[in-house]
């Protein structure tokens, strides 16, 4: 039994990949025209590379010595020398008078010849081709016409088969040689920067392929008129960030905003991972990032992006290396390279992360990464145009309206909303429709957010009854408290980790009340206390419940200031990951009796909240025990019929209806 859980405060400002748009304007079809005129180039280069054969070389003169020796030895093809007899045989043909001539091998001892209806026949005897004298005298009184031949002597074959398996001993050895030549090439080689280059045709990417996000393409748009028309800013004197650091949540669009930027200005592109600058051997990270930057300038002007630049940019002086860490001087080779290039060179570096916080500071100083764009989580107005971006090659119904489901998908990001309109064609799929319809969308919905229903499992009569008045005792809190997400749906479905599940759909927040956050733990508090109140006792289904009450109980107190004993003061602990903060970062920074203090306050504002739970479900026990028959027989139920069941609940107890809060 198990909650949604709540939206968290409004998070840093964040960043990720944005989504494609399919409108181009007249400038991608030029430059996709360029890119045909040259694409038959690039496709040999292609084929000269990819299609090699994987054989070695070698095998080619394999070959030709196995067809030589197929021509030299005759006995290798098949002869077309008639029947085959038995010696016996032979002899009685010849006593009948069938055979008429006989081709005697002195070497082999092989026969052959005609019978006198002229068909051939081909027989073996002795093996040093002397044929018994009585046979001799045989073959006179039938008067049959005999021929001795001697095989000559061919040099050139005896030659040939002493000096096979020499060959292929010397080919062997030559392989091998060539081998170890290319695995030590390889090695030499280890230090090059593995960055991807692309050409000015590539990347294709504009502005115009991403939705929403005005207010980022207006900031990175001053890096693209740099590296166009650069002779501006040099005439006034301005000096354009050589860094810039896009900053946000996974998903929704870093590395496609960088290669926008490449495609508008049209000048090359080097995309790298943090992680490719790391190896086993000691000095592979710094060696690669000085390939990167002198590869950088042989193209003149270009981009360097450096994707999840926190692996390598985390903060110095932490972890058991020192200064002799791998990581670090990786990390200082690329502070030197970015001193060492003025603005003027025309090269522009982009990273992006989402883990600011952990970076060190000598990388956002003014000079290298000077300026930091967030990238972050897209409002309402921007999800329906990403929805309907990934929408396009998909058969869409009548009735999907993309501007309902923008608004029901807050927090999403455009990686997100991707995968739901992945999911929803699924689903349609698994439906057996050739179209993709609303209920597609909230099954899709339904699956992503609250997990997969889990149909094998089976409740006893029990668990499914304290299950329904576990959710319902939710629903309810989450209906009639003034201050919390609307109720979405409720349901007594086992899905994901969970055996139930409350949905209130969040708002789109910025900020967060300290009574939002007060009527949140009180409707984590509701499935607790609902049983309580109807059984009597407590069950483990409130773990989570618990769980996610007391970490909002705890940063109300201790980051938020929403404590007036505690006052406006924050006691957050650094919580900085290992490599990334100084071992002893995270040591306390506060005395016993405020330690107490805080777990004292913690403790108040749940058990307030408890409290006032119990009191409210006590007031609306009716509508809780209606709530819980509806899921027992529908299992699933929306908000509005929560609604009117504890309006009818109302009634029935004689309490005035206005008394419901209608979120």
């Not at 008067?143 to 096979?164: A, D, I, K």
């Not at 990390?331 to 522009?348: H, W």
Request: charged residues 25%.
């Amino acid at each position: 039994m198990n909650d949604l859980p709540p939206p968290p405060p409004p998070p840093p400002p964040g960043a990720g990949r944005g989504q494609q748009r399919n409108d181009k304007p007249n400038r991608r079809s030029e430059r996709a025209e360029r890119r045909q005129d040259h694409s038959p180039q690039q496709g040999s280069d292609a084929d000269d590379s990819g299609g090699r054969s994987g054989l070695p070389r070698w095998t080619i003169w394999i070959l030709i010595g196995v067809l030589a020796a197929a021509f030299l030895v005759p006995s290798l093809w098949p002869s077309d020398d008639g029947e085959s007899l038995e010696y016996s045989e032979w002899r009685e043909q010849v006593i009948e008078g069938q055979i008429e001539t006989a081709n005697i091998n002195n070497g082999s001892g092989r026969i052959t010849g005609d019978f006198v209806n002229g068909d051939k026949y081909n027989t073996t005897g002795p093996g040093d081709g002397a044929i018994p004298d009585e046979d001799r005298a045989l073959l006179q009184e039938n008067n049959v016409t005999v021929s001795f031949e001697t095989p000559s002597n061919n040099w050139l074959l005896s030659v040939f088969g002493l000096m096979l398996p020499v060959l292929l001993i010397i080919g062997f050895f030559v392989w091998m040689q060539r081998r170890a030549q290319g695995q030590m090439g390889n090695v030499m080689s280890i230090g090059r920067s593995k960055a991807k280059a692309y050409t000015t045709d590539r990347p294709s990417t504009t502005f115009d392929d991403i939705a929403g996000y005005d207010g980022v393409k207006q900031e990175i748009t001053e890096v693209v008129d740099f590296l166009r028309m650069p002779e501006r800013f040099a005439e006034i004197g301005a000096r354009v960030p050589k860094g810039i650091l896009l900053v946000g949540p996974p998903g929704t669009g870093k590395t496609l905003f960088a290669r926008a930027v490449a495609g508008e200005a049209g000048v090359g592109f080097l995309s790298v991972t943090g992680s490719d600058f790391m190896e086993m051997f000691v000095g592979v990270g710094a060696s690669r990032v000085r390939d990167l930057f002198q590869q950088a300038r042989r193209m003149g002007r270009a981009i360097i992006f450096i994707d999840e630049i926190d692996s390598i940019g985390r903060k110095r002086g932490a972890g058991l290396g020192g200064g002799h860490d791998e990581r670090e001087q990786t990390l200082n080779q690329m502070l030197a390279e970015m001193d060492g290039f003025e603005t003027s060179e025309g090269i522009v570096i982009m990273a992006a992360t989402n883990r600011p916080d952990i970076l060190d500071p000598a990388l956002l100083r003014p000079g290298r990464f000077d300026r930091q764009i967030v990238v972050p989580l897209p409002e309402s107005g921007e999800r329906k145009s990403i929805l309907e971006v990934h929408s396009r090659d998909k058969r869409m119904s009548a009735d999907v309206d993309m501007e309902t489901m923008a608004q029901a998908t807050p927090g999403m990001s455009g990686a997100d909303l991707a995968n739901l309109v992945n999911e929803a064609a699924l689903v349609a799929v698994r439906r057996g429709s050739k179209e993709v319809a609303r209920i597609d969308f909230e099954n899709a919905r339904d699956r992503v957010v609250l997990g997969a229903q889990r149909e094998s499992m089976i409740l006893s009569a029990e668990e499914k009854k304290a299950t329904a008045y576990h959710e319902g005792g939710h629903a309810l809190l989450a209906t009639v408290l003034p201050h919390g997400d609307p109720l979405h749906k409720v349901t007594i479905l086992p899905r994901g980790m969970a055996l139930g599940v409350t949905w209130s759909l969040p708002q789109e927040r910025h900020t967060y009340s300290k009574e939002y956050f007060e009527d949140t733990i009180c409707k984590a508090m509701g499935g607790r206390v609902a049983e309580m109140i109807i059984f009597g006792h407590l069950n483990s289904g409130a773990a989570n419940d618990l769980e996610q009450a007391t970490g909002i109980a705890r940063r109300m107190v201790r980051e938020w200031g929403m404590s007036e004993r505690v006052g406006p003061m924050a006691w957050a602990g650094q919580q900085q990951v290992f490599l990334g903060e100084d071992l002893m970062s995270n040591a306390r920074e506060y005395s016993d009796d405020t330690a107490k203090l805080l777990d004292e306050e913690v403790a108040r504002i749940l058990t307030e909240q408890e409290e006032r739970a119990t009191e409210t479900l006590t007031r609306h026990r009716r509508g809780l025990q209606l709530i819980a028959e509806a899921l027992l027989e529908h299992e699933t139920i929306d908000g509005p019929e929560v609604a009117r069941l504890i309006q009818q609940g109302m009634a029935e107890s004689g309490q005035p209806a206005d008394d419901i809060v209608a979120n």
